[in-house]
């Protein structure tokens, strides 16, 4: 059973930075890409960034320039670096893993970041 576990969210001031990991188990970690999705009080999740499996990257238009995602295959982990976060970048953030050959996919429990002053 595949199982995601998050970490590094927080409390931060505007312009701060924070980095959330992700660490899969339970399956092999290269067959799969991995997201970073965001839902904030009152609206939908959306996509923040997507890390395929060859290590490759997608950004909402709202991070570009800011966050920057990554991935430890050593470690089965992927990252999400947040930069000059704003209060707008607020929300529980998820990690998602795609199995890109069964398309079945897997979520994390959320991590709260929270951008204030």
């Known amino acids: 059973q595949v199982e995601l576990v998050e970490s590094g969210g927080g409390l931060v001031q505007p312009g701060g930075s924070l980095r959330l990991s992700c660490t899969l188990s339970?399956?092999?970690?290269?067959?799969?890409?991995m997201g970073w999705y965001r839902q904030a009080p009152g609206k939908q999740r959306e996509s923040v960034a997507i890390?395929?499996?060859?290590?490759?990257?997608n950004y909402a238009d709202s991070v570009k320039g800011r966050f920057t995602g990554s991935r430890d295959h050593a470690k089965s982990t992927v990252y999400l670096q947040m930069n000059s976060l704003k209060p707008e970048d607020t929300a529980v953030y998820y990690c998602n893993a795609l199995n890109v050959r069964s398309r079945v996919d897997f979520w994390g429990q959320g991590t709260q970041v929270t951008v204030s002053s």
């Open positions: 339970g399956d092999i970690f290269s067959i799969y890409a």
């Open positions: 890390i395929n499996a060859g290590g490759g990257t």
